[in-house]
């Protein structure tokens, strides 16, 4: 029998009668090793399970008590317009990152049930590179890093949605920041090469140790942390770029030469070709003057329909 490393065998020994009135006894192997390797990874996915809903209790609790601190900051100060406008940004921060946590996994509910929509058009991705800088560059400036943002002057049009296409690199450009220790250097390349636009996301950050280079795309993967990085995240964030991607029918790649060298993700589109090229028309901002309106709020939850209303209310409805 030629059993090997990692294969599993059950067995069962049975006495048979032989031809010539002897007993004798037989010996049956099974192999069961996939069902073991099944079960294996079953119970991995149920531990990344629980590991992840610890983290995501953390997660969602850590913005409370800076949200809870501020409010009785607001209500113990509320004429020191100092004190007010450092704790109304800061709970801003703070609600915000939770906004980001609770939308991943929304959308991480969504892709794993399959029913996540693209409102597919033709962009120029240069666009949507420079307003995930721009809405990136406070993050990324509060850490002290540079940045740099290198763009052909040609148009790189893809077929794709521009909002889930934002999120996607907005999370690369977010993780490069919160990967790297303050002060450190990003850049955001992009270019055309054949028929694919290749984006570049790059840091000289943290790194990513070899073997763990293939699971960071992974659902609920996060590569073990010192207890001083307490940027917070649940490990989804890549799983969600890297289906996204997929669904633009590009392709997502990661390099680091290991630990404390630096990331590099690289992402690949299919370019629009330059026959089917339509211009993109910048849709206007019209800046029209609001006008009173009366308003019905229907909301199950009544304090979050007395807030609309106090705020409506204040922007004169
Ligand atoms: P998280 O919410 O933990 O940031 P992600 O899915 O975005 O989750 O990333 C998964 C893991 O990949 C992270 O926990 C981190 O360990 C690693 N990672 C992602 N981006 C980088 C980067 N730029 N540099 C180093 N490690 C990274």
Avoid at 67 to 88: F, K, M, S, V
Avoid at 240 to 258: D, Q
Wanted: charged share 25%.
């Amino acid at each position: 029998l030629d059993i090997k490393a990692r294969e599993s065998y059950d067995w069962k020994i049975e006495r048979i009668n032989l031809p010539d009135g002897e007993f004798g006894v037989v010996c049956y192997f099974y192999d069961i090793s996939t069902l073991k390797q099944a079960q294996e990874s079953l119970q991995d996915a149920d531990r990344r399970k629980s590991e992840f809903l610890a983290t995501l209790a953390h997660e969602l609790r850590n913005p409370l008590a800076p949200l809870r601190n501020g409010l009785e900051l607001l209500a113990i100060a509320p004429h020191n317009q100092a004190t007010w406008d450092q704790a109304h940004a800061m709970m801003k921060r703070q609600l915000d990152q939770m906004v980001r946590l609770i939308d991943d996994l929304m959308d991480l509910s969504r892709i794993t049930r399959g029913v996540v929509e693209l409102r597919m058009g033709t962009i120029d991705l240069r666009t949507v590179l420079n307003h995930v800088v721009e809405s990136s560059r406070s993050f990324i400036q509060r850490h002290d890093h540079t940045l740099v943002l290198d763009l052909p002057t040609e148009p790189l049009m893809v077929e794709g949605d521009s909002m889930r296409l934002t999120q996607v690199f907005g999370n690369l450009l977010n993780n490069a920041a919160k990967y790297t220790d303050l002060g450190g250097a990003i850049s955001v390349h992009a270019e055309q090469i054949v028929d694919d636009v290749v984006v570049t996301v790059a840091d000289n950050g943290i790194g990513i140790a070899t073997d763990q280079l293939t699971k960071v795309f992974d659902m609920f993967a996060q590569v073990e942390r010192t207890s001083d990085r307490v940027q917070g995240g649940l490990g989804i964030g890549l799983n969600i770029v890297k289906h996204l991607v997929g669904m633009h029918k590009g392709r997502i790649e990661v390099a680091s030469e290991g630990l404390g060298k630096g990331s590099c993700f690289r992402v690949v589109l299919p370019l629009v070709s330059v026959r089917a090229k339509v211009p993109a028309t910048a849709s206007e901002v019209t800046t029209a003057p609001v006008l009173p309106r009366r308003i019905l709020i229907v909301d199950d939850n009544e304090d979050a329909a007395n807030m609309m209303a106090m705020l409506l209310g204040k922007l004169g409805h």
